[in-house]
């Protein structure tokens, strides 16, 4: 069993809150617009990282991290990138790759929307962490928490950081 932690479109964003929960994970996701390559670092020194770049990273992010990451965990299979679309109504770049490795979980992130949703369509579970930064139009911060064991995904949680314009914490630049 692993526990995982979801989130997405911090852009240059990280704060006590969000560490509290990457701790409690055995491996962290990053769903794109990273901001700040500071914000994978301070992560992937807590515990295990993949990630995607998304439509605001720039060339260091783009080396770093593929655009689309695609892995097998405890018999489940994820396709992970940024910009995907609505749930069922996805790109025709993500169509065509799901056409070609449908995934049992699909992760995006770009909306700032959260959503957890079964694509009956495509037989496939869509998951969108929403937004843990602090810019963007969103009102609530999220993540998403679950546990990835023998096939399946369980326990399922949103995480609530709190308003967007209320962050208690910190930039990226001041947990160094």
């Known amino acids: 069993m692993k526990k995982i932690l979801l989130l997405s479109d911090t852009h240059g964003h990280v704060d006590e809150r969000m560490l509290v929960y990457a701790e409690a994970a055995d491996e962290i996701w990053h769903a794109g617009d990273i901001g700040d390559l500071k914000v994978t670092d301070t992560l992937a020194k807590i515990k295990p990282l993949r990630a995607v770049y998304g439509n605001i990273d720039g060339a ?5 991290f593929p655009e689309n990451n695609c892995f097998t965990l405890e018999g489940v299979n994820f396709f992970m990138t940024h910009i ?3 749930a069922g109504k996805y790109t ?3 169509r065509a790759l799901l056409d070609q490795t449908p995934p049992n979980v699909f992760i995006c992130g770009h909306s700032h929307i959260l959503k957890v949703m079964q694509v009956k369509s495509r037989s496939l579970l869509h998951l969108n962490p929403g937004a843990a930064g602090v810019q963007g ?3 609530m911060r999220t993540m998403l928490r ?3 064991a023998e096939g399946k995904l369980q326990n399922m949680e949103v ?4 308003k ?3 962050a208690l914490a910190q930039t990226v630049q ?3």
Do not use: W, Y
Request: proline share 7%; charged share 20%.
């Open 60 to 64: 260091a992010a783009r080396v770093q």
């Open 84 to 86: 995907g679309g609505p």
């Open 92 to 94: 025709p770049r993500v």
């Open 137 to 139: 139009f969103h009102q």
């Open 146 to 148: 679950f546990e990835v």
């Open 159 to 162: 995480i609530e950081l709190g």
């Open 164 to 166: 967007r314009g209320k």
């Open 174 to 176: 001041g947990t160094n």
